[in-house]
């Protein structure tokens, strides 16, 4: 072979050679680059972000998991409390009906006579009766309702005022006229447009007219015992 030719043939081995090493060189840089670069960043879609994205989802529903669990016993501890401080439920009808009913105007037995306060009199009557039981003519006079008219067989008296009343308590309020009156049960009293009548007539009450919260003797019939 030609010494010429081989020496050529030398020379393109020795290029070839230089440049694959060359460009392993350089593929090898650039892997080596390459790697580099991956592990400063971190790519959307790798294993690791996945991880911390699902640990990061897990602590956010352990969180919404916590508030709603929180909301839910507020809620209970509300309705608790609303339960505590609601209005009682309104009695059914079989309830109202078996309740007790208050007293109407109509069933009051003094009405007719203009009394409109039936406990109030009946309070002044056992007054009356105690007082005279007790033969306190001081206290007899404060029930009689001025002035007085008494009737006998005979002739009428009026009495015009506590004085005089005093005074003739013995001949007004004889013991006839006592026993009616300590005698009278108020469930037996007769009672009409003219007042309260005791016994048969023997004393007759009413509430004085300028006063409809006062109550009193205004006549005392002598004539009713004596017949």
């Not at 005022?161 to 006592?178: E, H, L, N, P, V």
């Amino acid at each position: 072979m030609p010494k010429n030719h081989e020496s050529n043939n030398h020379k393109m081995s020795r290029r070839l050679s230089l440049t694959a090493i060359l460009l392993t060189l350089t593929f090898v840089a650039l892997t080596g680059c390459g790697q580099d670069n991956n592990a400063g960043t971190s790519d959307p879609g790798s294993s690791t972000s996945m991880i911390e994205n699902k640990a990061g989802g897990n602590q956010s529903d352990s969180n919404q998991s916590d508030k709603a669990a929180k909301e839910s016993e507020s809620a209970e501890n509300s309705g608790t409390d609303a339960q505590k401080s609601a209005p009682s439920v309104p009695a059914t009808s079989s309830e109202a009906a078996s309740a007790p009913t208050v007293p109407s105007a109509s069933q009051n037995p003094f009405e007719v006579a203009g009394i409109q306060d039936p406990k109030a009199f009946l309070n002044t009557f056992k007054a009356l009766q105690k007082a005279v039981a007790d033969n306190d003519k001081e206290k007899v006079a404060n029930y009689i309702l001025y002035p007085l008219r008494v009737n006998d067989s005979e002739k009428s008296l009026t009495i015009p005022d506590k004085k005089d009343f005093i005074a003739k308590y013995d001949q007004i309020f004889t013991d006839a006229i006592r026993e009616a009156l300590m005698n009278q049960k108020t469930d037996d009293l007769f009672v009409n447009y003219q007042g309260v009548m005791v016994g048969s007539g023997e004393l007759w009450l009413r509430r004085a007219t300028d006063n409809p919260k006062q109550f009193g003797v205004f006549s005392i019939n002598l004539e009713t015992v004596a017949n």
